[in-house]
């Protein structure tokens, strides 16, 4: 146990071997209890209430820091923390202005700008865009330019992309080496590898907060395993012929957007911050 008294918002406490922010501090019957919101990897972004009264609650406390000089040639180390930090630094939603897209690896087109500039539209809270260049015009790079200005924004944290299995491996490359959005790709036997080291109850994708999948795993999976992709997505594909589907085309007609599928040009991306969520998940 604790002493409670220190405890205040905007503490960060390590609670059950993880990290949290005290976000609110009420006070119970029982005493304090603590609002506080994940911050280690395996919590992150999730709420939980602490009773100091039953859990035992370690005060992360910066007095106990340890300062230390920056040997780094040139200061390396403390110019990229920096660096991360402003880059951490959301750019306000009222924004509509392109942030970090003009300067990623890729050649400056004005129609794709134009694709951006809508999805970042503060009048639009839900925007749907259709992308159905030809073959060759950059769909992709526009879908990275796409999902680059979103993360500035603190839009895109969390991210399912869902493509074709042909395609799947281009996408990944082109979203990292252009954009530097790195997205862990994921099969049946990843996610039994994941769940074999998670508590029974947890989200396997929760452990990354990119993830990109393949349309075939979609087909194939089970109605849990599809409620289990769309929690937290920011972004996603609907193919057109799962649309068709009738046992699938409630849920991922909710999720949202890029497809891209063979012998039909077109990609649809649809931008949402809440996801369709099974009651049974």
Not at 49 to 65: A, E, G, K, M
Not at 229 to 251: C, F, H, I, M, Q
């Amino acid at each position: 146990m604790s002493s409670t008294n220190t405890f205040a918002p905007g503490n960060v406490v390590v609670v059950r071997d993880e990290d949290w922010l005290i976000t609110s501090v009420d006070e119970s019957s029982d005493g304090p209890v603590l609002n506080a919101q994940g911050l280690s990897d395996l919590v992150r972004g999730q709420d939980a209430v602490f009773y100091p009264s039953l859990d035992r609650i370690r005060l992360n406390d910066p007095r106990d820091t340890t300062v230390r000089a920056d040997d780094s040639p040139k200061y390396r180390r403390s110019r990229l923390w920096v660096e991360s930090t402003l880059r951490k630094t959301a750019v306000p939603l009222s924004d509509d202005s392109l942030t970090v897209s003009p300067r990623m690896l890729a050649r400056q087109l004005g129609y794709q700008h134009k694709a951006v500039a809508k999805a970042l539209d503060p009048a639009t809270l839900r925007p749907r865009i259709l992308l159905a260049d030809a073959v060759g015009l950059g769909k992709t790079l526009e879908i990275g330019m796409i999902l680059s200005e979103l993360i500035r924004r603190g839009r895109g944290e969390r991210t399912l992309v869902v493509t074709p299995r042909h395609v799947l491996e281009q996408m990944q490359h082109e979203m990292w080496s252009r954009f530097a959005i790195p997205f862990v790709r994921l099969d049946s036997q990843g996610v039994a590898r994941v769940k074999q080291k998670l508590p029974a109850d947890r989200n396997p994708f929760s452990c990354f907060r990119r993830v990109i999948v393949s349309i075939g795993k979609l087909k194939q999976a089970s109605a849990r395993l599809l409620g289990t992709l769309n929690r937290g997505r920011e972004v996603a594909p609907t193919p057109p012929e799962l649309v068709r589907d009738g046992d699938l085309s409630d849920p991922l007609d909710s999720l949202g957007a890029p497809t891209i599928t063979r012998g039909r040009v077109g990609m649809t991306v649809q931008i949402r911050t809440h996801i369709w969520e099974p009651s049974w998940c």
